[in-house]
């Protein structure tokens, strides 16, 4: 696919990156961060409790999800630390550095500052560096789109979603000025009181909240009323839990080049038709590659 570069001077190439300073505080808590543990799971369930009360009681809600670690992003990286996070998810956390997922997208075009506006180069970044398959989705997270994403979810894969970042990093609408990307590992589901349920056990705390048995067989469509999303994006190392309709507005709305970047006189790789060509609609599936067959003697 073709690409333009965004306003700005001519640039020369970016400088290979420097050598790692020695461990400050900042870089002792991304270490920390990195290696995840119970404290993000004690999280989730927090997050369940304080959000019970706008979950309908008329509905049984099973939740999925794979726990998946965090990282904080310096500067303009949240599409590579995203991808970091759902890499890990097919790899153990420490196969792959941030460093050398920067340092790839950097010499492949992809990215000038860290910034990622093209989920196709995302896709093509995620199967070099992490060895697996990216499955790329265009025409909007709704229809055959939203079915996807969910049957993927049930089968404990990650996947990355584009979005307009609010101030408190959930998906608003501002025509892709503060576009961003998260990682989605899980999902919470409301279902029909009479829809059966798949493997699962009920929450000890939580009545009528059921932990699904991952991987599951695709849930009916009849029996699904409403979809939240559990997330993780760069700026925090807490879940976030989306209204998928909210999240499916964002991502359809980038559209257009933040006129603050544009001016700030840096150079930006863009694909030759905007952000709209690059995010809109757009969304990447990962997939571990098949094992492969013992040869035959």
């Known amino acids: ?145 939203h079915e996807r994403i969910l049957q993927h979810l049930l089968t404990n894969l990650p996947l990355l979603i584009p979005y307009d970042e609010d101030s408190n990093h959930e998906p608003c609408l501002r025509h892709g000025y503060k576009a961003h990307w998260a990682v989605v590992s899980g999902a919470l589901l409301g279902l029909r009181r009479d829809s059966p349920l798949p493997a699962c056990q009920e929450d000890q705390e939580l009545p009528g909240l059921f932990h699904a048995t991952l991987p599951c067989a695709p849930l009916p469509a009849e029996a699904l009323v409403e979809t939240y999303l559990l997330s993780k994006q760069g700026k925090s190392c807490r879940y976030q839990l989306w209204s998928y309709r909210q999240l499916q507005e964002s991502n359809a709305q980038l559209t257009d080049f933040s006129p603050r970047r544009a001016a700030d006189g840096k150079v930006y790789v863009v694909p030759a038709g905007g952000v709209q060509e690059g995010l809109c609609g757009r969304a990447v599936l990962l997939h571990p590659l098949p094992a492969s067959k013992p040869s035959e003697t």
């Open 1 to 145: 696919m073709s690409r333009s570069l965004e306003v700005g001077p001519p640039a020369p190439p970016p400088p290979p990156l420097p050598p790692p300073p020695s461990p400050s505080g900042t870089q002792l808590l991304k270490a920390a961060l990195e290696r995840g543990g119970p404290g993000a799971e004690d999280d989730l369930r927090e997050l369940l409790r304080r959000r019970r009360g706008s979950f309908s009681a008329h509905l049984k809600w099973l939740i999925f999800h794979r726990p998946m670690p965090s990282l904080i992003q310096e500067g303009p990286q949240c599409g590579l630390v995203a991808l970091w996070m759902a890499g890990a998810l097919l790899h153990p956390p420490k196969a792959v550095t941030l460093e050398e997922v920067v340092q790839v997208a950097l010499e492949r075009g992809y990215t000038a500052q860290g910034e990622m506006f093209s989920a196709a180069d995302m896709a093509r970044l995620a199967e070099e560096v992490f060895s697996c398959q990216a499955e790329l989705l265009s025409g909007g997270l709704d229809g055959k789109n």
